[in-house]
């Protein structure tokens, strides 16, 4: 199993900045990426960012692209979710996603971010 801890959730306006981490413990061996999903109220969770555990690869979606940094060192643990120039929209509860070379999925509970306007 691998478990997942968020934090750096919190409350900015909009424009403002905040970083997200993810720590990992367990199997981690087993870990072919990890990544960050959201979910706003009443909406599906969507994909934010991945990167890949080795750090090579990294893939955004289109409506963060610019403006959110997924990484990770290797030598350490988190990942870390870096948000500039946040907009009302991205106002979610943020998931920590841990992808296995098995293609099992394993979540954190997850991270609240608000963004006022």
């Known amino acids: 199993q691998v478990q997942l801890v968020e934090s750096g959730g919190g409350l900015v306006q909009a424009g403002g900045s905040l970083r997200l981490s993810c720590a990992a413990s367990g199997r981690t061996f087993s870990i072919y990426a990890m990544g960050w999903f959201r979910q706003a109220p009443g909406k599906e969770r969507d994909f934010v960012a991945t990167?890949?555990?080795?750090?090579?690869?990294?893939n955004y979606a289109d409506s963060v692209k610019g403006r959110f940094t997924i990484s990770r060192d290797s030598a350490k643990n988190p990942v870390w979710l870096q948000m500039n120039s946040l907009k009302p929209e991205d106002t979610a509860l943020y998931y920590c996603?841990?992808?296995?070379?098995?293609?099992?999925?394993?979540w954190g509970q997850g991270t609240q971010v608000t963004v006022s306007s």
């Open positions: 996603n841990a992808y296995t070379w098995s293609g099992a999925d394993h």
């Open positions: 990167i890949t555990w080795s750090g090579g690869s990294t």
